[in-house]
């Protein structure tokens, strides 16, 4: 069903008899606006409801005190007295789980969701609305692919308590194809991915022989894909080139010459246009061939001009066929291309010899992100060395990628200007952009959180959201508890990232589900 551009509570007074229902949105601040939106004229819960609610935020605020302070917590906890709420990535854990647990008790009926909701809570609803069916991707605007439009509509139906679920689109006559093209049948598939990153390639190298490489390399679901697709191509190149045959034997030996009457009629175009342009040489020559052969009489000329139209057809088809026939033989080498760049680049860094691991190679085999980066930013004695706030500042950047509206406070330290200066020396080696992804925008937080500021001074100190700040600290936590494995043999580094993690992982950060 197609909803005109009508207010959000018009929408929900349309389908009130279809609820509860996951509105669907492509924005966290949009998630928030059109709840309050909402809130404004729906209360969905009555006298006992709302006491329910209420006892299940007083034990989640008593569960996890500090968490339920930060901004925007008051608004959200008059929504969901009205049985409205929303939920995305940028709320705290215990936040989300509230909402989960209050969605799952039937006490909330309403909800404005991004489309993680879909991808990661099994929570079903009678109807799936969508705000509308363009999502930014990061690059630019693009309407929904059939997968992800079904993903998130095939939320709408409860077992048990619908007989069909019901998906409705809001629609902006700005974007009239935004409509029309969803088909189930036409779901894209899965493809395969193979990321050859510097762990693979060194736990490759420690742990298979070299005829279990090759196994791995070219048996992977994006290998096995690939060699697929060039089968299909070679059987299509076959029977194009055998259509071609077929073709170019059915014309008469004059074709394609100057006696054909259908090629003279070319000529004498080409000759005027070659007048328009200039081209006499051009234009003599061929006034030479053609006065120099006589034209053959044709009674099929129409018939001839239909078979030349169907030969190059063919010849075009053969020639697309071919060259996705190339692409794809080009794509199974690629998997052991990279693998070979990635290797090389290992043995141009010191990190193996053949199949000898050097120390660098042993440190960073125990790692999962950023390898290069991190064992570097070890080796070079930064994290082991500096203020362990100043080293918790560095370790808090690795592998963040700042939002386009990201903002925060900047901090001139020694370990940020050296770690600074160890990824641009590792991008001059030849080191893939990729393998050295870092930011200083999150040193200013971790620096602080470190030193005993709270949650919410943070988060008055940048543009990131609760949830970007817990997911930060849990990353750079996570990646503590690598290094601390990877350095069992240097008790100081060790000693030193285990106290980090313990003074960073505290109250809002500490939390586990």
């Known amino acids: 069903m197609k909803l005109q551009e009508v207010s959000v509570s018009e929408i929900i007074e349309m389908i009130q008899d279809k609820l509860p229902a996951l509105f669907f949105v492509f924005s966290r601040s949009r998630t928030e606006i059109m709840a309050q939106e909402l809130g404004q004229e729906w209360?969905?819960?009555?006298?006992?409801?709302?006491?329910?609610?209420?006892?299940?935020?007083?034990?989640?605020?008593?569960?996890?005190p500090g968490t339920f302070s930060s901004p925007g917590w008051r608004k959200l906890r008059r929504l969901l007295s009205q049985g409205i709420a929303y939920h995305?990535?940028?709320?705290?854990?215990?936040?989300?789980?509230?909402?989960?647990?209050?969605?799952s008790r039937r006490l909330i009926w309403t909800v404005f969701c991004t489309e993680t909701f879909a991808a990661g809570v099994n929570f079903p609803a009678a109807s799936a609305v969508f705000d509308s069916t363009r999502k930014w991707d990061g690059h630019d605007f693009r309407i929904l692919q059939n997968r992800e439009f079904y993903q998130m509509a095939g939320r709408a139906g409860r077992r048990g308590?619908?007989?069909?679920?019901?998906?409705f689109i809001r629609i902006d006559s700005r974007f009239p194809e935004q409509t029309g093209f969803f088909d189930e049948n036409d779901v894209e598939p899965v493809t395969g991915r193979l990321a050859i990153s510097p762990n693979t390639v060194l736990s490759l190298l420690r742990y298979k022989t070299d005829a279990e490489i090759d196994r791995f390399l070219s048996g992977n679901f994006k290998t096995y894909q690939t060699v697929k697709r060039k089968g299909e191509f070679a059987e299509k190149v076959k029977k194009c080139s055998k259509l071609v045959s077929e073709i170019t034997l059915s014309l008469c030996r004059d074709q394609q010459t100057l006696r054909?009457?259908?090629?003279?009629?070319?000529?004498?175009?080409?000759?005027?246009?070659?007048?328009?342009?200039?081209?006499?040489?051009?234009?003599?020559?061929?006034?030479?061939?053609?006065?120099?052969?006589?034209?053959?009489?044709?009674?099929?000329?129409?018939?001839?001009?239909?078979?030349?139209e169907q030969l190059r057809s063919a010849r075009?088809?053969?020639?697309?066929?071919?060259?996705?026939?190339?692409?794809?033989?080009?794509?199974?080498?690629?998997?052991?291309?990279?693998?070979?760049?990635?290797?090389?680049?290992?043995?141009?860094?010191?990190?193996?010899?053949?199949?000898?691991?050097?120390?660098?190679?042993l440190f960073a085999l125990e790692l999962h992100v950023q390898e290069i980066l991190v064992t570097e930013l070890i080796f070079s004695g930064v994290i082991e060395d500096a203020d362990p706030a100043e080293a918790a500042a560095v370790l808090a950047g690795v592998e963040f990628i700042p939002g386009k509206n990201a903002q925060g406070v900047w901090l001139d330290l020694p370990a940020l200007r050296e770690a600074s200066q160890i990824k641009w020396e590792l991008l001059k080696m030849g080191v893939p952009e990729r393998f050295c992804v870092w930011s200083d925008l999150p040193a200013s937080l971790a620096y602080a959180w470190y030193n005993g500021s709270n949650f919410n001074d943070l988060l008055e100190t940048s543009s990131l959201q609760p949830g970007d700040l817990?997911?930060?600290?849990?990353?750079?936590?996570?990646?503590?508890?690598?290094?601390?494995?990877?350095?069992?043999?240097?008790?100081?580094?060790?000693e030193r990232v285990r106290t980090i993690?313990?003074?960073?992982?505290?109250?809002?950060?500490a939390l586990c589900f």
Request: glycine content about 4%; some cysteine.
């Open 43 to 64: 209360d969905f819960l009555d006298l006992k409801e709302k006491k329910e609610v209420e006892k299940q935020i007083l034990t989640a605020e008593s569960e996890y």
């Open 501 to 509: 993690r313990g003074r960073l992982d505290r109250e809002e950060v």
């Open 161 to 167: 308590f619908d007989q069909i679920g019901h998906a």
């Open 470 to 494: 817990f997911s930060i600290f849990r990353r750079e936590i996570d990646l503590l508890r690598q290094i601390e494995r990877a350095a069992r043999d240097n008790t100081n580094l060790a």
């Open 88 to 103: 995305h990535a940028g709320l705290l854990p215990p936040v989300k789980y509230l909402v989960e647990n209050l969605y």
């Open 316 to 361: 075009e088809h053969l020639n697309f066929f071919q060259l996705a026939y190339r692409d794809a033989a080009e794509r199974i080498d690629s998997t052991f291309v990279e693998y070979g760049e990635v290797r090389d680049l290992l043995e141009k860094l010191g990190y193996v010899n053949g199949r000898e691991f050097m120390p660098r190679g």
């Open 260 to 308: 054909c009457p259908v090629e003279r009629a070319k000529a004498h175009r080409q000759i005027k246009r070659s007048h328009w342009r200039g081209k006499n040489k051009k234009k003599e020559a061929l006034q030479k061939q053609l006065a120099s052969l006589n034209p053959k009489k044709c009674r099929s000329m129409e018939k001839c001009r239909n078979t030349i």
